[in-house]
């Protein structure tokens, strides 16, 4: 997979080399290539990434199908167990229930854990995979311009209203950048579409 990923990427660097208007260095990274020096955000990249925005939304559907199902099942769990209230306790009846209503109880269990597990496994596959892409095209955009360090950044502008928005600001690794930021430029890479407008000032545009 990373193979074919890196050749779909060194194929639109080469687009880019020839001057692809959509994939042109953009304003906001205009002096990357001048300082050898760049800043990418990542949380927005994966905020606006259309593959990986597709792949969260079909999960989190598939998600919702399943706990409609499991409702589904707690349902019949909950009418066998009004319905063994109508037998009297020790009766055939009774016990031939109760035994139904424990295999449909651990049935369910199992159900609920499998599931549940195939789900963290495909939304961690989701991310590492967009992470193995969104870094394989920083990696090939400096390469391609010249560029010596990509640092990783929050555009995002301190909220003043709340706090834990103003401790992440106050924690930033980066709290300056002079037009070094390629976040534009790998997000239209990997959209395979027009850049992104960012504010000038390098603060990422809040996803609506």
Known sequence: MKTQVMAALAAL???????????AQNAA???????????????????????????MDAMK???Q??????????????????????FTPG??????????????TAGLQVDVTQKRKELVDREAKIYFDTYVEVT????LYAEHKGIGLVLRFNGEEADQNN???ILRSINKAVHFQNSIDITPDVLAYLNRSAVTQRPAGGAAATPR
């Open 13 to 23: 660097v080469a687009v880019a080399a020839l001057g692809s208007p959509a994939l």
């Open 29 to 55: 990274g205009a002096n990357a290539q001048k300082y050898g020096v760049a800043v990418v955000d990542i949380n927005y990249i994966f905020k606006n990434h259309q593959k990986f925005i597709t792949a």
């Open 61 to 63: 559907t598939d998600f």
């Open 65 to 86: 199908a399943v706990e409609a199902d499991v409702k589904g099942k707690q349902q019949k769990i909950m009418q066998a167990q009004e319905q063994q209230k109508t």
């Open 91 to 104: 009766s055939p009846e009774f016990k031939q229930l109760d035994e139904q209503i424990v295999r449909m």
């Open 136 to 139: 394989d095209t920083i990696k």
């Open 163 to 165: 706090r834990e928005s």
